[in-house]
């Protein structure tokens, strides 16, 4: 630590990274009468929620988290309270079944094994001291068939952005009753934009006397209890009493932030996690295109677990523009990113049984963002591997009620992975900060 700085220049909080869990976590400290600096390495807020406007149709383009899943509490409130508005997904799923991946889409045939399967994982019963599973171990003593073992792993490769050996079954366990908790098979997006939401959260911090600084990645953070210093990337010290880190999870496990001294509970736990791998590309499309492939009318999802991309959907019940592939997990890890967009289009002629330049002639542009390789998130979000289902309970921990940690790789409620998991992380580790010592 450098020597005392002025007492007035030392901020109550330091909050690094302005995702939706440092923008909930700044608010709340801010609107508690603290003197908090909010410092984010991007130009924009908001982190892997990235919105961007659509040349046609009255939604716009979403390139990183889209949906909200179900009717968490605390998102749900936050919507209504930025006066935004939210539609539910509405629709059929169409599916091109394993081993005909060179077919077109069809109805979805009898999932009730699968749905089985999901229905005992929301209510298992597991010991403590029984060994953890992966999934794919879960499914083989489960003796499930083999098509309906193709569909329970391509959707929770493609749902958790997860390695199916990997995962944890305890994990999934508690994600599955998390979620019936809420509701979240239900998905709604908000009409405005996502990005809509960490924007509001920004307007009530500065409003509320918080300053943030963007454009300046943190390079550095040196500690002692009741004291810390943020060094960024421009030179700058900042000096606070705390400080909340909402680096996720793959940014936190390469060290881009040197921690000193380490907190090596810490790190232990962050590196027994996963960033889960996924990619999507979002086409444009004109309206020609849906009044050509009158099929997707009254689509909202449509399924081809052995292609390129395996997962789509569509804004059904809003009219829209877009058409969303989404591929993750193993697939996203053998994938190269710059074949998706060509691959994506061939995959979608073949199931709308039509020419590719048939599809191609209603393309107005196509949208990807590469959260691997973006040095801000180097990942798309968090799963629990077998063995590590207490890691995100020891990441919630203060250090010396000094460092304190949020994201969505530090909810400890299952629902790693999801904006509302972030959100709740950032109240949680506010709350922390406000505890009396």
Known sequence: ????????????????????????????????????????????????????????????????????????AELIGLVDEAGLTRFELDGDSRCVGPGRSGGRLEPCGDQHEVHKLFDELGHAQLSPNSRDLSFSEFVNQRKLGAEAAAWATNYVEGFNAADADRISIRALAKQQAAEDEISAERLFRVVEGYARVPEFLLRRFREAGGELFRSMAVRSLDWEPGQVEVGTETGRILPAKAAILTLPLAVLQARRVAISPQPTEIFKAADSLVMGLAARVVYELESAFWKEFPSLKGVSFFFAPEATPPTWWTTSPKPGSTLTGWIAGRKAKRLEMDLLPELGLETLSVMLGSPLHDVKKHLLRWHMHDWQTDPYSLGAYTYVPRGAIDASDQLSQPVAQTLFFAGEHTDTSGHWGTVHGALRSGYRAARQVLAPA
């Open 1 to 72: 630590m450098s020597a005392a700085n002025n007492k007035a220049d030392t901020f109550d909080a330091i909050v690094v990274g302005a995702g939706i869990a440092g923008l909930a976590a700044a608010r709340t400290l801010a609107e508690a009468g603290r003197r908090v600096a909010l410092v984010e390495a991007r130009e924009r807020v908001g982190g892997r929620i990235h919105t961007v406007q659509a040349i046609q149709g009255d939604l716009p383009v979403e390139l990183g988290a889209e949906f909200i899943h179900g009717l968490p």
